[in-house]
């Protein structure tokens, strides 16, 4: 049973350069969140999606923005990049189901914006 | 009223010793409080969660303890081994599919 899977692993991008970053979220489940890990800190919500819709979002600009797909995919969009956006960008995925309430990460994807 | 507050920022603690995390919280709707572990270039990884409705719950060697009215919430990892050593994070939020707030994390190193 495959755990979530993010691709690439790493990445360097300069300033005001467009990126995007992949999820597959683990077998059977269909919601994917997104967060930004700086070094040394916790992560923080990026936002969240559930039938390929945006259901939440945390406190980021419009740089950032999402899409799932029907395989309940997701891919996370950055423009316009800034040295700040520099971090680990980890994805979870979990199951959209009011007893379930577990979510699970992946290994993030290192973004270095030079 | 989103902030999760975790001490000590950092733990050395003996093999074979308690090491114990604190988390408090503000927001009261917050209902579900994972602790989540992680190893250098890895994503995090789910411990032992806990709803409000319990003050205690064990797996293994980690316990959790959660104190509803004073609003906080504690790791215990008993017999710490090598391992172990990680950072931790706690977490809180509105039902667990919803956003996770995380504390700052707690790196642990425990001593051989």
């Known amino acids: 049973d495959a755990g979530v899977t993010q691709s690439p692993t790493h990445l360097i991008k300069t300033r005001g350069q467009q990126v995007t970053l992949r999820c597959s979220p683990k077998?059977?489940?269909?919601?994917v969140s997104w967060y930004q890990q700086a070094l040394g800190q916790g992560p923080q919500f990026i936002f969240q999606?559930?039938?390929?819709?945006?259901?939440q979002r945390g406190n980021f600009p419009d740089r950032f923005s999402g899409h799932q797909f029907p395989n309940y995919s997701s891919e996370l969009n950055v423009n316009a990049l800034l040295l700040g956006d520099s971090a680990l960008y980890l994805c979870?995925?979990?199951?959209?189901?009011?007893?379930?309430?577990?979510?699970?990460f992946g290994p993030g994807t290192r973004l270095t914006v030079l | 009223q989103q902030q999760v507050k975790q001490s000590p920022q950092s733990l050395i603690v003996q093999k074979g010793g308690i090491s114990i995390i604190n988390c408090a919280y503000e927001?009261?709707?917050?209902?579900?409080f994972p602790w989540y572990q992680q190893f250098p270039g890895k994503g995090p990884a789910l411990l032992i969660a806990i709803r409000p409705d319990v003050s205690e719950k064990k797996e293994g060697r980690f316990t959790i303890s959660f104190n509803k009215s004073a609003k906080q919430f504690s790791l215990h990892i008993m017999d710490s081994q090598p391992g172990d050593s990680a950072t931790y994070f706690c977490?809180?939020?509105?039902?667990?599919?919803?956003?996770?707030?995380f504390g700052s994390g707690t790196r642990l190193q425990v001593q051989p």
């Open positions: 977490a809180a939020s509105r039902g667990g599919r919803r956003a996770l707030t």
């Open positions: 077998s059977g489940h269909d919601t």
């Open positions: 927001n009261t709707a917050f209902d579900y």
């Open positions: 999606y559930y039938e390929e819709e945006e259901r």
């Open positions: 979870a995925s979990s199951l959209r189901d009011r007893g379930v309430h577990e979510q699970f």
